[in-house]
């Protein structure tokens, strides 16, 4: 479609003619244009799931417990936050409808909206704190991780409002379609971790080895970085021409109240399931550091399966939300539909990869041979689910770049409590497959919620939502 045939009704303003000019282009719904906003975020993820597989490697070479404590510290740690960072998830939603609609004087106020929560559920989160080890105690953590556990949550939890800060502004961004900012930030702040983490887990000249400590403060420090350049950005004087990003306004509670009603349901589900695969790991902890060392490595190779997919979902979500702003349902169902193909498409063949080189993939985290035996049996269970989750990922993206964001909570809730959660104690614990039987409840409730999931899609409802 070109510039030209685009119609404008008369009543039209010409703001709104601009940034329909501004969002519809020749490549409007096409592959490439897709690619254009997901391989900047495909660059970012992977690079965050690099740190990630660092992370692992560096505490393994430490000692097996130690890898096990750090792997369950980010779970809970980022299972616990992500009710609120997938709260601050919705600015994106918010900015591309905005932005897709040329309503460009409202662009800020969800950030600021965003901004304003920080503070407070920054405080809350403080205020767990000292109640750390009892929570590790209730969960049965084995008594070799159960240091190394506590260590790494009691540093981590002190960069949480940097941590929301970062969703929110590049919430912001991708809003606008800038996917690029975002790379370069969490490129460069992953790195710094990286270098951080080897100084501060073994220690360099005068700072002393910290171990799971020192893997906790390299992160906090990190996500403070990445915060100050997005700010950085998001200050910056283009931003502040074309939006006013450095007058602040005053917010009302019907505003908030509207932010929430979208946001908490995005993260309410990123929390729940996050909190599924976090009590999952917690009875693998309850079994013996081997099991809970293969969990956490197989659980790194899911994020190179699923991260890329995820940067499409993002993808799909800025675009369904621009031409959903700009009322153009046909290129919003051409946009949603290439994510799903192309998502599918990848973990597939990451399905396959799984599925006959598992050996060797466990094998780059650890030297151990039961945990690489049984790392290979876990990846083997995971392949058979890799094209579900795809379908679960992509199509969450859709749905949230609409503002359909009740349903996939419910869908979590059922999918994740009525069967994920029973299925793990039922196969794991009282039928005595242990770590394998908490993996096959995991394929089948990642089956359920693609299926699930795509239904929704189906339907169309998310092309009438609005927003803003």
Known sequence: MNDSEIQTPENESPVVERAVKTVITEQSGTSGELFRFALPMMVAFVSFTIMGVVDTVIMGKVGTAQQGGVGLGMNLTFGLMSLFTGTMGAVNTFVAQAYGAGKYDTLKRPVIVAMTLI????????????????LVDLMQTNSASRPHVISYMSVWFFGAPFMMLTFVLSGFLRGLGDMKTPMLVTVLANGFNICLDIIFVFGYGPIPAMGTKGAALATVMAMFLAAAMYLREYLSAQH??????????????????????????????????????????????????????????????????????????????????????????????RSARLSIFWGVAFMALVGFVFAFSGRFLVGLFTVDPAVIELGRKLLFIAA?????????????????????????????????????????????????????GAWIAALVFIILLGCLMIIRFIGGRWTAIRVV
């Open 119 to 134: 503070w407070p559920i920054s405080f809350f989160v403080w205020l767990i704190v000292p109640f750390i080890p009892e």
């Open 240 to 333: 502040n021409a074309d939006f006013g990003t450095r007058q602040w306004v005053w917010v009302g509670l019907d505003e908030i109240r509207h932010f929430l009603k979208v946001g908490l349901p995005i993260g309410g589900a990123w929390f729940v399931e996050m909190l599924a695969w976090s009590l999952m790991t917690i009875y693998i902890a309850s079994i013996d550091p081997a099991g809970l060392a293969a969990h956490t490595i197989v659980w790194q190779c899911l994020h190179f399966a699923f991260m890329p997919t995820v940067a499409v979902s993002i993808a799909a979500m800025t675009l369904v939300g621009q031409y959903l702003g700009a009322e153009s349902i046909p290129l919003a169902k």
């Open 384 to 436: 058979f689910f890799q094209i579900f989750d795809a379908l679960g990922i992509t199509t969450s993206g859709v749905l949230r770049g609409a503002g359909d964001t009740r349903y996939p909570l419910i869908v979590q809730l059922v999918s994740a409590w009525v069967v994920f959660i029973p299925l793990t104690f039922i196969l794991g614990k009282w039928l005595g497959y242990g770590v394998i």
